[in-house]
Structure formats: structure tokens, C-alpha cells
């Protein structure tokens, strides 16, 4: 009779002792998820895209455009210093070749960044974000004999990495990075196409 009293009483402290071992460990559990939210809403994870900017850009100088040089010193040319958008709003990058082997990455913008870009080459008005001298040049994208004409920089980092020629309004939200070779599209394309860890 003791000994099924003990057995008992053992049994029934077991069996609170797992109760609290499985409520211990969801409780740990729920702890480790609050802390991995709060590390990320403190370090959110860096999309790498962001690094990658289009800006607009113009062989003449404007008083607030930084100049930036290729490279190889080659070309030299000057950019706004507020970025139109970045790469994390590219929602498609191909790399591809026309019929004259031009190798190039394909572009498709997000709606937002679509917008941006439309609005900025359509713009017929100076389009520098700071006007300080108004002796400068006060067309951008001016209407050329050919059409329209004008540039778009894409920076790394500051770096200059490639500069697009507007010939033409872009209203789509789509539109060609030019590069030299096939291995320099791929590149390019899978930076545009990379996403956070």
C-alpha cells in the first residue's frame, strides 16, 4: 500500500515535471522568435540592390551634379546627386544581345520607379534638383534633330558602372543597360536580380 502510494505520488511528480519541461520549452521557444523579430526590426536585412542607383546625367555640367568618371578615366560625366531609384525597384534584369551583337541586361521596373523614370525623361524643363546658376544649360532631355536626347547613369556605390543614352521618352518602365560583353551582362544582371539573404 506504500509502495503504490510512493509509485503514485512519483508518477504524478513525473508527470508535472513534463508538463513543465514542454511549458519551459515553448516558452524558450516563443522568447527566441520575439528576440529574432526585434533583431530584425533593429537590423533589417540590407537589400544589395540598394547599392546599385540610376541617376540623371549630362556631359555638360550643372551646378549641383557631381562628375563621375568610368573606370578607365573614360567616360566623364555629370550625375544628380539624388538617385531617380535604385535596383531594389527592378522587378525583372535579363541579359541580352541584339542582331549587331550588342550585349545588353533588359529592364522592368516596379510601377513607382516606372513612374519616376517616365516622368524624367518626358520632362522638356531643366530637371537639376538644385538651380543655382541659371546661366547653365537649362534642357536636359532637349528635342534633338534625331528625337530626344539625354543620359541616365547607373552608379555603384558612387562608382560609375554603365551610362544609358534616352533617345526617347520612356513611358513603359522598361529599357536596355548597355555593357561590352556577354560575361559583363551576366554580371550585371544577376546584381539586379540578387535579393536579400
Known sequence: MVETLIFKTLSGVNGFARHISRLAGMVCLTLLVGCGAMWEAAYPLQDPREDLTFHLA???PY????LRT???????????QSA???GASIEMAAPMVDAGKQYFVGVKLEPVAARRLAGATRAPEQVSSVVRKPSLPGKLLARAPGGWQGYIAL????KLVSVMPVDQPIAGGTFAIPVIDAAAAQALS???SARPD
Open 58 to 60: 549630362s556631359f555638360t
Open 63 to 66: 551646378a549641383d551634379w557631381n
Open 70 to 80: 568610368g573606370p578607365l578615366g573614360d567616360p566623364q560625366i555629370y550625375v544628380q
Open 84 to 86: 531617380l531609384f535604385t
Open 155 to 158: 552608379l555603384e556605390r558612387s
Open 190 to 192: 544577376d546584381a539586379l
